[in-house]
């Protein structure tokens, strides 16, 4: 490319791309579109489902933009007059996730998904787009959105809930928000409880310890008919406001619901930049989505340690760091690019990850003795896989609930994240 060419084409893409003035563009309510994510192994086609106005946005009104590039999809938010991008963000499904199991090599299934974005003033373009193989994206769906039609609808559960933590503004905190699920009605006291601890557990753990005061922290009294969650393995079905299951992909310990349509609209009586649900059941296990939510058990003694666990996944695009677990995935990752978790690569590109972190004095690779125990590097494991993929430290948070917490990398990525919704 040419000299001026080169010029012109940076000087279009940050008009493109600038942080407008929130003002310009939003209310302060939310917009939430909901869709329906099909296919299979090799495709994907994404169907819209409803829209609804929610009657607040939690998140910043500074930084509209993303800047990370995490996850498999993404979504931005186009002025329709001007065709620049107002708002951006990625994310995950559980339908991408099953696209790599060994039942989507032969059947056709379909996932319920949601994305929310401030609500705009005028007209705009939703782009969807899915991210390949090769790891760049392409569009998967587009439809233009005036606010003003009335098939948007505004309709919001009316359900109890309190503020647990205030630090004040949604729009400068990072506001969580606690659904119940397997609580009944009087079970109500018990779900605080338990939030509470969990809440307390996740602000004694750095980097949160450290950025407790950039937090709020909501509750909503989810209450369901029947204590507990359904274990398809052992047969046992209950009546829950979230619809959550064991045995999600089969797999024993993954704690999923995908009832996303019940979970958004029980959040969305809050201000909320993330989704956490506490599932009322002694079972081990759990499960966490990037920008989608965080769900675990109380009642086990590994509960909380679960919790930060799955948290790190749906806050920070985590990505898992062990290696020598079964699970149901197949060739999750493309070792011939970058993974776009931060706590992971493939050293195709490791100048971007934590390259830049390492002591020179480190190999890298870094063999896995115990002379590196306690040393940040390039381990090589993590993503499900012993061969190929490399991990910061030999346990991390992210590994094992044996390790003491979150490696220099994954603390990192967190508090990235929070500055970046809270400025």
Same mark, same amino acid.
């Given at each position: 490319?040419?000299p001026?060419? @080169?010029? @012109?084409?940076l000087? @279009?893409?940050?008009?493109?791309?600038?942080?407008?003035?929130?003002?310009? %563009?939003?209310?302060?309510?939310?917009?939430?579109?909901?869709?329906?994510?099909?296919?299979?192994?090799?495709t994907?086609?994404?169907?819209l489902?409803?829209?609804?106005?929610?009657?607040?946005?939690?998140?910043s009104?500074?930084?509209?933009?993303?800047?990370?590039? $995490?996850?498999?999809?993404?979504?931005?938010?186009?002025?329709?007059?001007?065709?620049?991008?107002?708002?951006?963000r990625?994310?995950?499904?559980?339908?991408?996730?099953?696209?790599?199991?060994?039942?989507?090599?032969?059947?056709d299934?379909?996932y319920?998904?949601?994305?929310?974005?401030?609500? +705009?003033?005028?007209?705009?373009?939703?782009?969807? %787009?899915?991210?390949?193989?090769?790891?760049?994206?392409?569009?998967?769906?587009?439809?233009r959105?005036?606010?003003d039609?009335?098939?948007?609808? +505004?309709?919001?559960?009316?359900?109890?809930?309190?503020?647990?933590?205030d630090?004040?503004?949604?729009?400068?905190?990072?506001?969580l928000?606690f659904?119940?699920?397997?609580?009944?009605?009087?079970?109500?006291?018990?779900?605080?409880?338990?939030?509470?601890?969990?809440?307390? $557990?996740?602000?004694?753990?750095?980097p949160?310890k450290?950025?407790a005061?950039?937090?709020?922290?909501?509750?909503?009294n989810?209450?369901?008919?029947?204590?507990?969650?359904?274990?398809?393995?052992?047969?046992?079905?209950?009546?829950?406001?979230l619809?959550?299951?064991f045995?999600?992909?089969?797999? #024993?310990r993954?704690?999923?619901?995908?009832?996303?349509?019940?979970?958004?609209?029980?959040?969305?009586?809050?201000? $909320?930049?993330?989704?956490?649900?506490?599932?009322?059941?002694?079972?081990?296990?759990?499960?966490?989505?990037?920008n989608?939510?965080?769900?675990?058990?109380v009642?086990?003694?590994?509960?909380?340690?679960?919790?930060?666990?799955?948290?790190?996944?749906?806050f920070?695009?985590?990505?898992?760091? %062990?290696?020598?677990?079964?699970? !149901?995935?197949?060739?999750?990752?493309?070792?011939?690019v970058?993974?776009?978790?931060?706590?992971?690569?493939?050293?195709t590109?490791?100048?971007?990850?934590?390259? !830049?972190?390492?002591?020179?004095?480190?190999?890298?690779?870094?063999?896995?003795?115990?002379?590196? #125990?306690?040393?940040l590097?390039?381990?090589?494991?993590?993503? $499900?896989?012993?061969?190929?993929?490399?991990?910061?430290m030999?346990?991390?948070?992210?590994?094992?609930?044996?390790a003491?917490?979150?490696?220099?990398?994954?603390?990192?990525?967190?508090?990235?994240?929070?500055?970046f919704?809270?400025?």
């Open positions: 490319m040419k001026v060419s @080169l010029f @012109l084409f000087i @279009l893409s940050c008009i493109s791309y600038s942080q407008g003035t929130y003002q310009e %563009y939003f209310t302060d309510q939310c917009m939430r579109v909901d869709f329906i994510f099909g296919g299979n192994a090799d994907d086609i994404v169907f489902e409803q829209i609804k106005k929610e009657p607040f946005w939690g998140g009104k500074a930084l509209l933009i993303d800047s990370f590039n $995490y996850g498999e999809y993404k979504f931005e938010i186009i002025d329709s007059a001007t065709t620049q991008v107002i708002f951006s990625g994310f995950c499904t559980l339908f991408e996730e099953w696209q790599t199991t060994t039942e989507a090599q032969s059947i299934r379909s319920y998904q949601t994305i929310t974005f401030p609500y +705009p003033l005028k007209p705009v373009i939703l782009k969807v %787009y899915s991210r390949k193989w090769e790891g760049d994206f392409e569009v998967k769906f587009e439809t959105i005036h606010p039609n009335y098939f948007i609808n +505004p309709e919001i559960k009316s359900i109890p809930y309190k503020k647990l933590v630090n004040g503004d949604p729009a400068k905190n990072v506001d928000v659904l119940a699920e397997g609580y009944t009605e009087s079970e109500m006291a018990k779900f605080e409880s338990d939030a509470q601890r969990m809440v307390n $557990y996740l602000f004694s753990q750095e949160f450290s950025n005061n950039k937090f709020n922290v909501w509750l909503v989810s209450a369901s008919e029947e204590s507990g969650t359904d274990m398809p393995g052992s047969k046992i079905y209950k009546k829950t406001a619809n959550s299951n045995y999600t992909f089969d797999s #024993e993954y704690l999923t619901t995908t009832d996303v349509k019940s979970v958004r609209d029980y959040a969305g009586v809050v201000p $909320y930049d993330d989704i956490c649900i506490l599932v009322n059941s002694s079972k081990y296990g759990g499960g966490g989505v990037y989608h939510y965080a769900i675990s058990t009642n086990h003694v590994l509960s909380e340690k679960v919790f930060i666990h799955e948290f790190g996944h749906s920070a695009g985590l990505g898992d760091e %062990y290696y020598n677990s079964s699970t !149901s995935y197949n060739d999750f990752y493309n070792l011939a970058e993974p776009w978790q931060p706590n992971l690569t493939t050293m590109n490791f100048d971007i990850k934590w390259s !830049s972190m390492i002591n020179k004095e480190i190999p890298v690779p870094t063999p896995r003795g115990s002379e590196y #125990e306690n040393v590097g390039a381990f090589e494991g993590g993503g $499900y896989v012993n061969k190929g993929i490399y991990s910061p030999m346990d991390c948070r992210m590994k094992s609930n044996e003491k917490g979150f490696c220099p990398v994954c603390s990192k990525a967190i508090i990235d994240m929070i500055q919704k809270t400025e």
